[in-house]
């Protein structure tokens, strides 16, 4: 049978772990500063130990790097910053040989503007055969091209301002939902889809294991490109605005997989990376009869503590807003489809940081929790690079200490308006996604062993203490505390299949829940105290006295019928049903 195609067997990622490496923060082979190929090759032993099945890569093709790599501006080739087809060829070979894969980042709702297609589209003006490889629209009726409130439709772009430029030699706007240098697709054109298939298939013939889909529920666009809600800067809104699953993503996605993956001899991994999807739309995408995609990123959980003002407007986290959220997406995969786990990725600040509690008394804890919390849901769970050290936000002190172009925006943007630039800073502390972005600690070295050069963000001075090094050393450390929850989800099939019940809805602090695999009999306990203070739990009937299986306190003791959780104390146990 065509691998890719089934909709009866498990698929090997349903009890896999996927680890995310954003490879310029990585590690630095060549003291230019910024990471690279061999870099990563260097540490893939770590990543072996750690027991990680895949590894995510973000973007490491040419690119101008207005967004990190984010803005393509060649998808057959590697930047020459993060090294060459050879060493990639290199890469894959020794991650395969470690009896790990990889998954490439695609990224295809835009391009670079720098991207030949890009550049092509805009000098052959309005009658030039690329043309309509972008989307390009006249001002509105009755403006003149390039005047205030000219734009074709009043869609903000995701990292501030309108979602349109103007160009002067056309008079024409084109339409950039990310910065300016990323001129969205065309997916209308069937000449687009084709070469992004063919692509794809290029990658999938060198090896690789499959795509990371960046914002792939945008891909879509009404051709009317109506008004629609502005969408809030850097924010998640209700789904409405009209890119969001568009009229066409399904027959999209369906067609991609059927030029690309559905022949493909080996089983791939396929994640769609969707803002604003809603359940219903997630099981569609998901649902294994359908033929669309693996799995997806939703953002519901990551959007719960922001304001009204979007990604800068911090709020603090109501516990039982995120047991509704999480557990609702639980329920809604249960039957069909299959979910994405994560906290953390390029894109938010710290988990450790966001959810747990960073200060030197409960990092360790926190962070372990947060990690047992999450990898003990049912669904692939993602470590993104540090987390499994607890890695935690950065002590950015002004502007000049930032470097993403979404933050540098939001702040030029605000002063403009007039805001407080400390009130401004203290946002950025909080949620730039520069704090993802600082570069792994590896050691206590100057430059946490990541370079030799000057970084090109700085490094957390925090990694005196916080590094891999010494975690490696200390069976009590983050890192082997994630080593044991991943070769648990190896061995331990209700992590995989079990129904997800969640205990204790409306308690503000403690999150509860169990797994229970019919086919075995095994059911699972979760205990996790979401707070800095010592915590009753009233024990569920039947689990007094059970087997503890994981626990991030050292005293693990059989458990008793009213049970104190300590300060952010998670433990898992587990029973069989005789
Ligand atoms: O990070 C965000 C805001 O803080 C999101 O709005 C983010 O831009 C959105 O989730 C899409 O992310 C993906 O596409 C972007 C890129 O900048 C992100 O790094 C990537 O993960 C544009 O390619």
């Not at 490879?23 to 090759?41: C, E, K, N, T, V």
Request: with cysteine; aromatic share 10%.
């Amino acid at each position: 049978m065509p691998q890719n195609d089934s909709s009866a067997a498990p698929a090997w990622w349903q009890n896999a772990v996927v680890y995310q490496i954003y490879p310029r923060s990585f590690a630095d082979s060549d003291a230019d500063g910024i990471g690279d190929l061999q870099g990563i090759i260097e540490h893939l032993d770590y990543l072996a130990e750690l027991g990680v099945d895949v590894l995510w890569l973000s973007p490491v093709y040419p690119s101008p790097h207005a967004d990190n790599g984010y803005d393509i501006s060649d998808y057959q080739d590697i930047d020459p910053l993060f090294g060459t087809l050879d060493d990639f060829d290199r890469l894959l070979a020794a991650v395969h040989g470690r009896g790990m894969k990889l998954v490439m980042d695609l990224v295809v709702n835009h391009t670079s503007d720098e991207h030949p297609w890009f550049t092509a589209s805009r000098d052959g003006g309005p009658a030039g055969p690329m043309r309509d490889w972008y989307i390009w629209r006249p001002p509105r009726p009755g403006k003149e091209p390039g005047a205030p409130g000219a734009e074709p439709n009043n869609w903000g772009s995701f990292f501030s301002g309108p979602a349109w430029t103007h160009d002067e030699a056309s008079g024409e706007y084109y339409l950039h939902l990310f910065a300016r240098k990323q001129p969205d697709l065309n997916w209308e054109n069937p000449e687009v889809r084709q070469a992004v298939y063919a692509m794809m298939r290029w990658w999938l013939e060198r090896g690789v294991d499959g795509f990371r889909m960046d914002v792939v529920n945008l891909l879509s666009k009404d051709p009317a490109l109506p008004d629609g809600p502005v969408p809030d800067h850097g924010s998640y809104g209700d789904g409405s605005a009209s890119y969001v699953c568009g009229p066409r993503i399904h027959e999209f996605l369906a067609e991609m997989h059927r030029e690309v993956l559905a022949g493909h001899p080996r089983r791939l991994l396929t994640v769609g990376e969707m803002p604003d999807v809603t359940i219903d739309e997630a099981r569609r995408f998901t649902d294994p009869a359908n033929r669309e995609l693996d799995m997806v990123f939703q953002f519901e959980h990551v959007s719960l503590d922001l304001g009204p003002g979007g990604k800068f407007d911090p709020r603090p986290l109501r516990l039982t807003d995120l047991k509704v959220s999480l557990g609702r997406w639980q329920e809604g995969l249960a039957e069909t489809g299959w979910n994405s786990l994560y906290w953390n990725n390029h894109d938010h600040a710290r988990a450790v940081s966001r959810f747990g509690d960073d200060s030197p008394e409960h990092r360790v804890r926190s962070a372990a929790l947060l990690a047992t919390v999450l990898h003990l849901h049912r669904g692939t769970p993602y470590i993104y690079q540090g987390e499994e050290l607890g890695m935690a936000n950065a002590p950015f002190a002004t502007i000049d200490d930032f470097r993403d172009i979404e933050s540098l925006n939001h702040y030029r943007e605000q002063i403009a308006a007039g805001a407080d630039p400390e009130q401004v800073l203290a946002a950025l502390r909080a949620r730039s996604r520069d704090n993802a972005r600082t570069p792994m600690q590896w050691d206590a070295s100057a430059h946490g062993g990541f370079t030799t050069g000057t970084p090109w963000i700085a490094v957390n001075p925090d990694h005196r203490t916080v590094n891999a090094k010494a975690q490696r050393a200390d069976l009590d450390s983050v890192f082997h505390y994630y080593r044991r929850l991943i070769s648990l989800r190896h061995t331990e099939p209700a992590l995989t299949h079990g129904d997800f019940r969640m205990l204790h809805p409306d308690d503000e602090r403690i999150y509860a829940f169990t797994r229970h695999h019919a086919a075995d009999g095994t059911e699972l306990l979760v205990l996790a105290n979401i707070s800095g203070e010592s915590v009753q739990v009233a024990v569920p009937d039947g689990w007094a006295g059970t087997e503890t299986l994981l626990a991030n306190v050292a005293a693990v003791e059989p458990l008793p019928a009213r049970h104190t959780l300590q300060p952010w104390e998670a433990r898992v146990h587990r029973r069989t049903a005789s």
